[in-house]
Each structure stands twice: as structure tokens, then as C-alpha cells.
């Protein structure tokens, strides 16, 4: 009987795509399960959101918010307007990701809102991580930062978390405007 109801139905895209996001955040959680001295909390929903948090990682150089996407591909940003009016996006695999990295900004600001309620005497810093599960990176100057975002693999991920960084006294903040031309050298132009 099981074998003839798989046989004439499969899985909803949605689950199967769930399933794909799943594992990604369990590659994630894993890698940084081996980081002494972090406290993370894993698949949190905050108040009058309708999204998650993937990952929340409270490490020595302030709060890391991570986004883990399991995707195939090779990892590129192209500046997809001129040199006058540059306009990057964030690619993996041919497909525009850009997305994925404009989301952020929801996260670190549901976090921030947070850590103010908490009326913290110093806010730490909160640094918004794209985890790029699975994607191939470029060995040749591979994208580290997208719009503000931090690009990194799982298996970058643990010394971005536990590396001591300089910190900017201002609150990073997500940036939504392009890139100057002047960076555009560094980055596929189409």
C-alpha cells in the first residue's frame, strides 16, 4: 500500500525545499557546536515577525545574526548596471541571490530591538552573516562582505565567529546603496 501512494505522490516543493534549508542550518549549527566560548541559539522567531533567526551566535567579538542557505553554485557578485550607476547583485549557481542578503536587515534590526529593551548599558556589535552552505567559492578573491552582509561557508564560518575583531564605534549598520565604482575592479562585471 505505501509503495503505490509513493508511487502516485512525492512531496510538496515545499517540503522538499524545507528539507534542502534544514540541512544547511543542521551543517551550520554543527560547525559552530565545536567553537569553545560561544553561546548560539538555533531557530528562534522573534515577536511580530514573520521570519526566524537561523542562528544567533554571542561570541566574545559581539553578536553575530546567521542566515544559513544550502544553495549549488559558484558564488560571484556582478555589477549588473554601468559605471556610472553601478548596480551590484549577489549571485550563486547563475540565479540572483541578491535577496537573501537584503533580508538580513529585518534580523539585525529584530535583534537590536532586543538588546535595547534589555536597556543594555553598551549595545555589542551585530553582524549580519550569510552562510553559504554547500556553494563553491572562487579561489581567486572570493566575496567576503555583500551590501553590509557578511559572505561566509561552513567551514569559514567558525573563525569568523571566534576571531577577535577592531571594533568600529559606530553600530554596523546594513547598507542598501550600491558599491562605489571605484570597487568595481573587484567584482564580475556583465
Same mark, same amino acid.
Given at each position: 500500500m505505501a509503495?503505490?501512494? /509513493? @508511487?502516485i505522490s512525492t512531496d510538496p516543493q515545499s517540503i522538499h525545499v524545507w528539507k534542502v =534549508? @534544514?540541512? =544547511? *542550518? %543542521?551543517r551550520v549549527a554543527a560547525e559552530? @557546536?565545536?567553537? +569553545? =566560548?560561544?553561546?548560539v541559539l538555533h531557530d528562534r522567531r522573534f515577536r511580530g515577525t514573520q521570519g526566524n533567526l537561523d542562528h544567533l551566535v554571542i561570541a566574545p567579538a559581539g553578536i553575530f545574526v546567521i542566515d544559513a542557505k544550502k544553495l549549488v553554485g559558484q558564488i560571484r557578485i556582478r555589477n549588473k548596471g554601468w559605471l556610472l550607476? +553601478?548596480?551590484y547583485r549577489l549571485y550563486v549557481g547563475g540565479r540572483d541571490r541578491t535577496q537573501l542578503a %537584503?533580508?538580513? @536587515?529585518?534580523?539585525?534590526d529584530a535583534v537590536e530591538a532586543a538588546l535595547t529593551t534589555a536597556r543594555l548599558d553598551r549595545l555589542p556589535p551585530v553582524t549580519p552573516v550569510l552562510c553559504l552552505v554547500g556553494a563553491d567559492w572562487p579561489l581567486l578573491s572570493p566575496p567576503r562582505e555583500?551590501? =553590509?552582509v557578511r559572505l561566509e561557508s561552513e567551514r569559514s564560518?567558525? /573563525?569568523?565567529v571566534s576571531e577577535p575583531v577592531e571594533l568600529? +564605534? *559606530?553600530p554596523a549598520r546594513i547598507r542598501t546603496r550600491s558599491r562605489p565604482a571605484c570597487e568595481v575592479a573587484a567584482f564580475d562585471t556583465e
Open positions: 509503495s503505490i501512494i /509513493k @508511487a =534549508g @534544514a540541512e =544547511g *542550518e %543542521e559552530l @557546536a565545536t567553537v +569553545p =566560548g560561544l553561546r550607476r +553601478p548596480n %537584503e533580508s538580513m @536587515a529585518w534580523q539585525v555583500f551590501m =553590509g564560518i567558525k /573563525k569568523a568600529d +564605534p *559606530e
